[in-house]
């Protein structure tokens, strides 16, 4: 159980698209899910906090315009990287906290390359 | 949320048991004590979680002393596919967040 899921699990794209990325909480409902990034020999750096239904909480310095998230139901939130520029190459990893439990569920990651 | 403070790499052989301490001295009444397993290009893994004093289950140990500024992970006898990077974090029953720190980069050796 508390399986995530996220695809694409790599993406390369020229700079200045949009790049969507997905993150679905398998097997359970998930109330909030996070949105960080992993540069390399980094550690996991959150970017957002995302609840169903609501505005995502963006940490400080991360660009809410550009980091687009959506979390339009208990088991999906989106991640689109607008206007994509190479320093944006990273992993980009989310997870889900299932409703009343304090522990989160990783997904596996998406690796971005942004040429 | 409270600070973790672990150290950088261990080094360790297959078939060895392999503790790792963490350290959080402003650690407050409701926060637990989670440790995370993460292997190259892949997301984090849950491995064990505690309040106080001992927890365990079919994958490791982790003891808690009674002040609980501190905890230790223990891993029985490691294999090679032990080699990865160990998070502790520590956070409240509601906590919202997770902060991360640089984690303990372990390397099981034949």
């Known amino acids: 159980g508390a399986v995530v899921s996220q695809h694409p699990s790599w993406v390369i794209c020229k700079s200045g698209t949009s790049v969507k990325i997905e993150c679905r909480s398998l097997d359970f409902q998930a109330t909030t899910m996070f949105w960080y990034r992993q540069f390399p020999k980094q550690s996991l750096m959150l970017m957002a906090t995302?609840?169903?239904?609501?505005?995502?909480?963006?940490e400080q310095g991360v660009e809410k315009d550009k980091f687009l998230i959506n979390h339009a139901s208990l088991t999906l939130s989106t991640l689109t990287v607008t206007s994509a520029h190479p320093e944006d190459s990273s992993f980009y990893i989310c997870s889900a906290r299932i409703r009343g439990q304090e522990t989160q569920y990783f997904g596996p990651g998406t690796r971005l390359l942004v040429l | 949320l409270a600070k973790t403070t672990q150290p950088i790499s261990m080094d360790s052989y297959e078939g060895q048991e392999v503790n790792i301490t963490c350290s959080h001295n402003n650690i407050a009444t409701n926060d637990y004590i989670t440790w995370y397993q993460q292997f190259p290009s892949q997301g984090p893994r849950f491995i064990i979680q505690g309040y106080k004093t001992k927890v365990t289950n079919e994958v490791a140990s982790l003891f808690i002393p009674a002040d609980r500024k501190s905890s230790t992970l223990s891993l029985p006898r490691v294999s090679l596919s032990d080699t990865a990077v160990y998070y502790c974090?520590?956070?409240?029953?509601?906590?919202?967040?997770?902060?991360f720190g640089t984690g303990t980069r372990l390397l099981v050796s034949p």
């Open positions: 995302s609840n169903e239904g609501s505005k995502a909480t963006y």
């Open positions: 974090l520590v956070g409240d029953t509601g906590f919202q967040k997770l902060v």
